[in-house]
């Protein structure tokens, strides 16, 4: 069989480096006609044996600016690497991006083994659902490049078994490692899981720190794991996002939201990909489960959040490689994944903060694309928009929606009946509500997003809710424009799903079959709680007995248990005044910080 003809090498120039035949041949492949200016700041830097630490905007094409080197590095070791040898690692937040990264990785890759020499060369992803076949296929053939998210790279490398101890055998020989997202990977709190992985690889490496933002956090990190770094900021003449970015924003009542939603991804959806950026997981799984029965003939509709495990890479692929629709998320996907052709970014409720609005926008518009990108405000939240331009350097243009207002269709009464009809959505509906609620009380930016300021009633019409849950946020708010439904019975509305009925009745049997004093199926935190009641109960009963004529008189309390009880009163009398949520009593009666499942 004749090869095809290698693609004529592009014409990229870098200052004073000199790109390899494969290296040009992957570029000119993937269609890249210059390099962006995080690219070119950076690949000349790494080059030349410097460690980096670099800002750039989001979607400035910071995996190639890294990457590339990467391969170009591997690639001039003179002898071949070495089935039992890993030259580069690469740690990346999140599953999806690592995923990302390596199907990047997978495109450069052949065009390098067209011009190395002979010897093992091949990628190992670690992430979560990687099975252990599939970890010992990839270091049977040789993982010359890992990589990994630093959860599931820091569990394998801290386990006792034949395939951690071959990868930490292949770690000792590494010469490169790469931080994606680096300010995120300690925001979320993998700071332990990076000392471990640093403590494990040579001191003479190179490393490089990518990120859309520096924090305090990350110049620590970079004190400690970085030899004269070299400090890299590309800020595009000073925007926080991209250029070809256009940032709308509108003023829309609570109640109005889904109208719009559903008007807005009938236009825009049908022949486009839009990205619909949701507060909480539970607002995301229920808003699609509703639109899909509310409208049947919206554009392919999706969601995806941090608790989904199963279908969480499936969903992500086929969007990723589908030409239109739409994906409910939340902020699980606003950093680093680059998920092609986005042309809108709706952003249904405010983000958690100003940085995440940033990141959120980066979703479209990426690589010098053109995008659009929409912001949605209560009329009480309009301040945000200036608060937006001072904190982070971002103006946004107001949109009329007046005509489009005019032409909403009402979608509550029949959200509502939904819900009357299936117990299932009904209560997707209440957690939803209930999530919505506790993220506006813990949001970052307070002094605009309070919670007294919020129309619960309408909010609660916008969910579609039946009556209103009992929530200690809600005590003190007055609660109008919203009218319980009373004719319905809640607890004798049915799942509609089978399977879903099947469970739950599996589950009452199991309630129902339990004794009374069986704490197992409580969460640990709890039963923690209980059981430390217990015990203090079985320490007074004990000095009851031991004290003269059987009384339990406060003789028997030592300091500590008089200071722990007058402590225990105290939270309870603040619950029930309503100055703590019962989230905030469990955690200071018995903090989740115990709780052995965390």
């Known amino acids: ?29 993937l269609g890249f006609a210059a390099p962006t200016p995080v690219q070119r700041a950076c690949i000349p830097l790494l080059l030349s044996n410097k460690d980096v630490a670099a800002e750039a905007v989001t979607g400035s094409g910071k995996t190639l ?53 002979p010897g093992s060369w091949g990628q190992l992803l670690l992430t979560r659902g990687c099975s252990q076949a599939e970890i010992d296929a990839a270091l049977a053939k040789g993982a010359t490049l ?17 395939t951690g101890e071959r990868l930490c055998s292949a770690l000792r020989s590494v010469e490169l490692l790469l931080l994606d997202e680096a300010d995120r990977l300690l925001q979320q709190g993998f700071r332990p899981a990076l000392d471990a992985l640093l403590s494990r690889l040579p001191k003479q490496r190179r490393t490089g720190l990518f990120s859309a933002t520096q924090t305090r956090e990350l110049e620590q990190l970079v004190r400690a794991g970085l030899r004269n770094p070299v400090s890299v900021r590309v800020t595009e003449k000073l925007a926080r996002v991209p250029a070809g970015l256009t940032n709308l924003y509108c003023e829309i009542a609570a109640d109005k939201k889904l109208d719009f939603l559903c008007t807005f991804l009938m236009e825009h959806a049908a ?28 554009p392919p509709l999706s969601a995806i959040h941090g608790r989904m495990r199963k279908k969480r890479r499936s969903v992500f692929a086929a969007f990723a490689s589908c030409r239109s629709g739409a994906l409910v998320c939340t902020d699980v996907l606003a950093r680093g994944v680059d998920l092609p052709d986005v042309a809108w970014v709706l952003q249904l409720d405010p983000p958690t903060s100003a940085e995440h609005f940033v990141h959120r926008c980066g979703r479209t518009a990426r690589i010098g694309r053109l995008g659009r990108a929409m912001l949605l405000l209560q009329p009480h939240e309009l301040e945000y928009v200036e608060f937006l331009r001072l ?38 509906s209440v957690r939803a509500f209930v999530s919505y609620v506790q993220f506006y009380r813990k949001h970052e930016c307070r002094l605009l997003f309070r919670l007294r300021d919020l129309n619960i009633g309408r909010l609660a019409t916008a969910f579609g809710l039946l009556r209103l849950p009992r929530m200690p946020e809600l005590r003190k708010l007055a609660v109008t424009d919203f009218d319980p439904v009373k004719d319905v019975d809640v607890g004798a509305i049915p799942y509609l799903d089978r399977s879903v009925r099947r469970q739950r009745a599996k589950q009452e049997q199991l309630r129902q079959e339990k004794p009374k004093n069986d704490l197992s199926a409580l969460p640990a935190y709890r039963r923690l709680r209980i059981e430390r009641c217990r015990e203090r109960e079985a320490r007074a009963a004990k000095r009851k007995r031991r004290a ?11 300091d500590e248990d008089l200071a722990e009880l007058e402590r225990d009163v105290g939270l309870l009398k603040k619950l029930r005044k309503g100055r703590i949520s019962t989230d905030q009593f469990d955690e200071a009666f018995c903090p989740r910080g115990s709780d052995e499942d965390n």
Not at 100 to 114: F, I, K
Not at 153 to 159: F, N, R, V
Not at 283 to 294: E, N
Not at 548 to 558: E, I, V, Y
């Open 1 to 29: 069989q004749s090869q095809q003809p290698l693609p004529q090498p592009s014409g990229w120039q870098l200052d004073r480096v000199e790109l390899s035949p494969a290296a040009q041949s992957a570029i000119a492949a």
């Open 65 to 117: 600016a890294y990457l590339l080197p990467a391969l170009e590095l591997l690639s001039r070791r003179p002898e071949p690497w070495g089935r039992g040898e890993t030259g580069a690692v690469i740690v990346a937040p999140t599953a999806e991006l690592a995923r990302q990264v390596s199907g990047v990785l997978a495109l450069l890759m052949p065009h390098y083994e067209r011009h190395r020499q």
């Open 146 to 162: 890992v990589v990994a998210t630093p959860r599931r790279l820091s569990d394998l490398l801290e386990s006792s078994c034949s």
């Open 271 to 298: 022949e486009q990909k839009v990205l619909v950026f949701v507060a909480t997981c539970a607002v995301a799984d229920y808003l699609a489960k509703a639109l899909r029965q509310l409208r049947p003939d919206l």
């Open 391 to 428: 904190n982070q350097g971002v103006a946004v243009e107001r949109q009329e929606l007046q005509q489009v207002y005019n032409s909403l269709t009402d979608l509550g009464p029949q959200l509502r009946q939904l819900c009357s009809r299936d117990r299932l959505l009904c209560e997707k």
């Open 548 to 558: 003269p004529g059987g009384k339990a008189d406060g003789a028997g309390l030592d």
